[in-house]
């Protein structure tokens, strides 16, 4: 997405996708990036928290524990354990660089803390449908 595609979205749909990125972490049980970001000390802890859930993202991506076919599209996942049953958590779209620099550029000043705290809580909320989507998957497809 380009920077101005970006700048023309709503502040509602830019957290929506951070959001939509984020519960990948929720639905994966890796809650570190999300409470950081729900008690965040400063800007900083914010910026690194996002790098570090990008850079982890993008790993795997590269490295999934399997790739889930469905509808002729692939669809890499990591693997979670949740109540006995194994299910599958699709790798999230990463968002562009243009809408991390909007979203961390509305996460400065005053308000910027509630922002990330709102994003976290959205994030929490759009896990179900990853797990939805995970359940739904289990055993269809394959390697």
């Given at each position: 997405m380009s920077e101005k595609r970006a700048q023309e979205l709503k502040d509602e749909?830019?957290?929506?996708?951070?959001?939509?990125?984020?519960?990948?972490?929720?639905?994966?049980?890796?809650?570190?990036?999300?409470?950081?970001?729900?008690?965040?000390?400063?800007?900083?802890?914010?910026?690194s928290t996002i790098n570090e859930s990008l850079r982890y993202a993008n790993v795997?991506?590269?490295?999934?524990?399997?790739i889930i076919r469905k509808n002729d599209k692939e669809y890499p996942c990591i693997e979670v354990r949740r109540g006995g049953r194994v299910l599958y958590v699709r790798v999230p779209i990463i968002p562009s660089h243009a809408v991390v620099k909007r979203w961390l550029d509305m996460c400065k000043g005053e308000e910027g803390f509630n922002v990330a705290r709102e994003t976290v809580a959205l994030a929490f909320a759009k896990m179900f449908s990853y797990l939805f989507e995970a359940e739904e998957k289990k055993g269809e497809g394959g390697e």
């Open positions: 749909e830019v957290i929506d996708r951070m959001a939509g990125f984020l519960a990948f972490f929720a639905a994966s049980k890796i809650y570190g990036p999300l409470d950081k970001l729900a008690r965040p000390f400063d800007y900083t802890d914010i910026v795997v991506k590269e490295r999934p524990d399997k």
